[in-house]
T-cell receptor, first 114, second 116 residues
Framework: GAGVSQTPSNKVTEKGKYVELRCDPISGHTALYWYRQSLGQGPEFLIYFQGTGAADDSGLPNDRFFAVRPEGSVSTLKIQRTERGDSAVYLC????????????FGPGTRLLVL | AQKITQTQPGMFVQEKEAVTLDCTYDTSDQSYGLFWYKQPSSGEMIFLIYQGSYDEQNATEGRYSLNFQKARKSANLVISASQLGDSAMYFCAMRAPQNAGNMLTFGGGTRLMVKP
């Protein structure tokens, strides 16, 4: 079946602008994760959804970052007043239930803030 | 807090030879899971292999095997018969059970380059 998809694949924006990044998880997966991967580093956890609710948002760096999953499927990561330091690859992953199941990743969105 | 350490920033291997990528971890949990992912230049993280902390045997998946040494807290990935398509970044990750949802903690990665 279809894997995790993310759009856009690339996003270039200017400092101070607002951006939205979209993730479409594997059908039937109730758990959804967002990670951020800076150049030359491993991914770092941002937020986890179980169904529609954010079960853990401890990885969000500040209040400029927000994510939603209103219907328990597609999720949108929203970044306000973007800064150059937000430039990174934003990865989305999903798993069947959020417990011990393997997380499957999408191709990521490469965000560049000029 | 969990920590994953990958001490090899880059590795070369000759095509058709085996290669070991190192991973050590630190956790106070008794129950945990260890994962290896491959990230080619396209950027997608591809799941390779999983080892549970209570699994008695080392995990194997095709050409991939995990050399799990619990007492040493190491979970090295062994790739047998390397292929040119194995050239990529490889990340070791650990599941953090005390956090809701079991998010993954990743190491810094190892870049593997397979020489023809």
């Amino acid at each position: 079946g279809a894997g995790v998809s993310q759009t856009p694949s690339n996003k270039v924006t200017e400092k101070g602008k607002y951006v939205e990044l979209r993730c479409d998880p594997i059908s039937g997966h109730t758990a959804l994760y967002w990670y951020r991967q800076s150049l030359g580093q491993g991914p770092e956890f941002l937020i986890y959804f179980q169904g529609t609710g954010a079960a853990d948002d401890s990885g969000l760096p500040n209040d400029r970052f927000f994510a939603v999953r209103p219907e328990g499927s597609v999720s949108t990561l929203k970044i306000q007043r973007t800064e150059r330091g937000d430039s990174a690859v934003y990865l989305c992953a999903s798993s069947l239930e959020g417990g011990r199941e393997t997380q499957y990743f999408g191709p990521g969105t490469r965000l560049l803030v000029l | 807090a969990q920590k994953i350490t990958q001490t090899q920033p880059g590795m070369f291997v000759q095509e058709k030879e085996a290669v070991t990528l190192d991973c050590t971890y630190d956790t106070s949990d008794q129950s945990y899971g260890l994962f290896w992912y491959k990230q080619p230049s396209s950027g997608e993280m591809i799941f390779l292999i999983y080892q549970g902390s209570y699994d008695e045997q080392n995990a194997t998946e095709g050409r991939y095997s995990l050399n799990f040494q619990k007492a040493r807290k190491s979970a090295n990935l062994v790739i047998s018969a390397s292929q040119l398509g194995d050239s990529a970044m490889y990340f070791c990750a650990m599941r953090a059970p005390q956090n809701a949802g079991n998010m993954l903690t990743f190491g810094g990665g190892t870049r593997l380059m397979v020489k023809p």
